[in-house]
């Protein structure tokens, strides 16, 4: 049996139990089509949605080859390497076409799937927003985009497995239009210890479960 293990964008269950989805609430009319008697509740009533968005873009960088571009790579990195020391950073990118408008977002979470790492045991990972647009196959370390935190980030640790952000408050905003969905990167310390985290692509094809 075989599993994709390329970036999603995914939400959980009103009562927080997980699922491979992405949960929005969309206003349904609970009168429309119904007898008299049966319309309990009547009128708009929130109704969670579940979906599941799977990256359509995704790279990373790399300081310690500045002009080259990884958009075709099979893996995503998020490192701090060598000796003097380079960085790399993972930009992924989302589209929203699912959603429909109006839609509420009730919980939104990025996941990422670990498949080596090395280095210090835990390292902590921060999310943040892309500030402008670029392209997969053409985006280099000297030409990526402004990535401020957006105050999300998970500890990774060395064990292969999906690692989560909460991407909540960002795709909000996104699908509400009060700022440009442009993606997100994954990035770690500048500066310490050295660490590698290895994440799967959506050039990654298909892995045994």
Partial sequence: MSQRHNPVFRRFTMVGVASIAAVF???????AGVDADERIPAGPVAVPTEVTISANADTYVDSGKPDINHGGAA??????????????QTLVQFSLAAIPAGA????ARLEL?????SGLSVVNLGLGRNLALWKENEVVFSSRPGCP???ASANVGVTNGWYGWDATALVAQWVQGFMPNYGV??????SGSLYMRRFTSREGGLRRA
């Fill in 113 to 117: 799937y670990l498949n080596s790492a």
């Fill in 104 to 107: 509420t977002i009730d919980t």
């Fill in 185 to 190: 990167c994954v990035t770690g310390a500048g």
């Fill in 149 to 151: 935190p957006t105050g």
């Fill in 25 to 31: 609430l969309v206003l349904l009319d609970t009168a």
């Fill in 75 to 88: 893996n995503l990195y998020v490192s701090l390497y060598g000796s003097p020391v380079n960085i790399q």
